[in-house]
């Protein structure tokens, strides 16, 4: 069971889930998703390390997740 408040973020090109990440968990999963777009698949590896936006989500709980 999933915490009230939970979220999904994934891009919308991610190579480990051509199927897309967010039909595939976040659609079914009844809870609200975030595509980050052209994001690839979103590790520090890629650029996503320190990540305000996701910061402010953990303060806040109300607002999106961007890139």
Same mark, same amino acid.
């Given at each position: 069971?999933? $915490?009230?408040? #939970?979220?999904?973020?994934?891009?919308?090109?991610?190579?480990?889930?051509?199927?897309? $990440? #967010? $039909?595939?968990?976040?659609?079914?999963?009844?809870?609200? @998703?975030? @595509?980050? #777009?052209?994001? =690839?698949?979103?590790?520090?590896?890629? =650029?996503?390390?320190?990540?305000?936006? @996701?910061?402010?989500?953990? @303060?806040?709980?109300?607002?999106?997740?961007?890139?």
């Amino acid at each position: 069971k999933l $915490a009230a408040g #939970a979220r999904f973020v994934c891009s919308d090109n991610d190579r480990y889930c051509p199927e897309g $990440a #967010a $039909a595939l968990y976040g659609e079914p999963l009844g809870i609200p @998703v975030d @595509v980050i #777009a052209d994001g =690839g698949h979103l590790n520090p590896e890629t =650029g996503f390390g320190p990540w305000p936006a @996701v910061e402010s989500w953990c @303060v806040h709980g109300d607002r999106p997740i961007t890139r």
